[in-house]
């Protein structure tokens, strides 16, 4: 990489030293642009290469061009072009073909943005766009761009006839089209584009660049009747034209919150019309899903009127009723529904849907998860069977967040012999993440219900069957150092239980330890020999850690 690097600083000295020479540039500027130039050939020869660093070698490159024209024409020098203009021109074509090579269109759309917003030439840029179409003929954001150049060239060319008419010149020796002034290049690229790429989604985005622009209402006209006419079986096309009741004429400005919020639901309503009515030939999920959408969004939107409130409520559920009998309902939205009957205290409802979710999305972990939830906190008497029905249809390597769930209702709700059943199966669990979380609540169950004896004993019964986490053996040690005169010799059978299982990755399991020696119920002079265990112990970078964690100890810093 270097020999190359080299090779082209090498290539530079010719002209730089004839700017210095023809006095274009002083000694100590060519010395500073060899630096620069240096520091991004690099970057253009590293292993890993960043688009963004061959975008600045060619700003930098016309940056220069532009500065040399600048002192040309301050100095008055015109000559020596080849020999100093050339070469770099050369550059920006080569890395430039190599970034288009790599990185195809991003480069097209940056040198004609360059040529048109810094050169000040539209035509060059038009002759980028249309090169650069002949290699992407079906890229969505070149024809975006060259759209929108096409109407910023327009609306420059009448920002400059407006500026000549208010300063009362002549404008009849400027050659002022009136086709590129109302964007007719504009529409020439539209069409193009239109022809070649198929989507409401897409001519919906050159709507939308046509919008910016307050000369283009024909031309906006124009994309929608071919919208409407030709995309009657897109629903991005409808969610479109139904959006566009919202902002459509309508009552005068009105004063009070209640007129305004009336007139409010009267646009959503026929937004709602326009829905219905591309329900009638488009009844598809992703069309309710548009539906359904704009009716949650608009639900969702704070109002002091608790008349439009309850509209956008009703509404909202009127739609979920009919999108779940059409069997076109997402997950989701289940739970956007739930939600909403919930926080409106229609618990009869909220209990037949967390049912009915569960029916339909009968695999689904978070479907049943929530509904439960929803269940448990209606005190609901279906939780306990559905639990049951839970654990039958889902994937029992996804279970874990049921069990769970299941074993906090089952302690606050169940008998105690029924939480204990419960347990029980759980720990027969084949899936070690199950079987190793019911151990840690069993434990704090048995706590709970039993206190320190009937821990224990669970404890007893369990630190023998595999698989256990870290936290089952904590929640042990912390049990005992609760007991008004804790057992030493319990806690260290705990600590070297859980060492026995994670001692060579936890080295904060050998420090927690060490600290519990150091206490008032353990023996200092054991630090020693846990501190050579834990460094035989360990592996990797937990060696140099626990370490780390040890020195800190010792010296009061921890």
Same mark, same amino acid.
């Given at each position: ?28 500027? +060519? ?121 910023? #060239? ?40 239109? *022809? ?76 709602? +019309? ?30 002091? +009127? ?46 037949? +849907? ?18 439960? *939830? ?10 306990? #069977? ?19 769930? *299941? ?16 347990? *029980? ?134």
């Amino acid at each position: 990489m270097a020999d190359i690097v080299q090779q082209r600083l090498e290539d530079r000295i010719p002209a730089l030293e004839q700017l210095e020479r023809v006095g274009l540039f002083t000694n100590k500027e +060519v010395k500073s642009m060899l630096k620069r130039s240096t520091a991004l050939e690099y970057k253009l020869h590293r292993t890993v290469q960043s688009k963004d660093d061959f975008i600045t070698y060619i700003q930098h490159e016309i940056n220069v061009l532009e500065l040399i024209k600048k002192r040309r024409a301050r100095i008055g020098y015109h000559f020596k072009r080849e020999e100093i203009e050339n070469p770099i021109i050369h550059r920006i074509n080569h890395v430039f073909r190599r970034a288009t090579t790599k990185w195809q269109v991003a480069l097209w759309i940056m040198a004609a943005k360059c040529e048109m917003e810094d050169r000040n030439s539209s035509e060059s840029a038009r002759h980028l766009f249309l090169r650069a179409l002949r290699f992407h003929l079906e890229n969505k954001k070149v024809f975006q761009e060259y759209f929108r150049m096409e109407l910023m #060239h327009a609306e420059k060319l009448r920002k400059q006839q407006q500026e000549l008419e208010q300063a009362k010149i002549d404008v009849g020796e400027y050659n002022f089209s009136t086709e590129i002034l109302s964007g007719k290049l504009a529409e020439v690229v539209y069409r193009d584009a239109a *022809q070649k790429i198929k989507g409401a989604e897409f001519i919906l985005s050159l709507l939308q660049i046509a919008a910016i622009f307050d000369f283009t209402k024909e031309l906006q006209d124009t994309i929608l009747q071919d919208l409407q006419s030709q995309y009657v079986d897109d629903c991005m096309m409808w969610d479109f034209m139904a959006k566009r009741e919202l902002d459509a004429a309508g009552a005068p400005e009105l004063q009070s919150a209640k007129g305004r919020a009336s007139d409010t639901d009267r646009r959503e309503e026929r937004c709602c +019309v326009v829905y219905e009515e591309a329900l009638k030939s488009l009844n598809t999920e992703a069309m309710w899903i548009c539906y359904v959408t704009f009716c949650l969004e608009r639900y969702k939107r704070k109002t002091n +009127v608790t008349q439009l409130k309850e509209k956008r409520k009703e509404r909202l559920l009127r739609v979920l009723q009919s999108t779940h009998d059409a069997k076109l309902l997402q997950e989701t939205f289940y739970k956007n529904w739930l939600q909403v009957l919930l926080s409106s205290g229609d618990t009869v409802s909220a209990t037949q +849907v967390a049912i009915t979710a569960t029916q339909r999305f009968s695999q689904s972990v978070e479907m049943w998860s929530f509904s439960l *939830q929803t269940l448990v906190h209606l005190e609901s008497t279906e939780a306990g #069977h559905l639990f049951q029905e839970a654990l039958k249809h889902v994937n029992p390597k996804e279970s874990l967040p049921l069990w769970q769930l *299941q074993a906090d209702w089952s302690m606050t709700s169940q008998i105690p012999e029924d939480t204990e059943t419960f347990f *029980q199966k759980g720990l027969l669990s084949p899936v070690p993440a199950v079987s190793s979380a019911m151990k840690e609540k069993y434990l704090e169950w048995s706590y709970k219900t039993g206190g320190y004896k009937r821990a224990r004993k669970t404890f007893t019964s369990l630190h023998e069957h595999r698989p256990f986490t870290k936290t089952f053996f904590m929640k042990m040690i912390e049990i005992e150092k609760e007991q008004e005169t804790p057992k030493m010799s319990n806690l260290r059978d705990y600590y070297e239980r859980a060492l026995r299982e994670f001692g060579y990755s936890d080295e904060d399991l050998w420090m927690e330890y060490i600290k519990e020696e150091l206490g008032s119920h353990g023996n200092p002079e054991n630090c020693g020999k846990l501190h050579w265990r834990a460094v035989k112990t360990l592996e990797g970078e937990s060696v140099e850690h626990f370490t780390t964690k040890y020195t800190l100890l010792q010296t009061g810093h921890m």
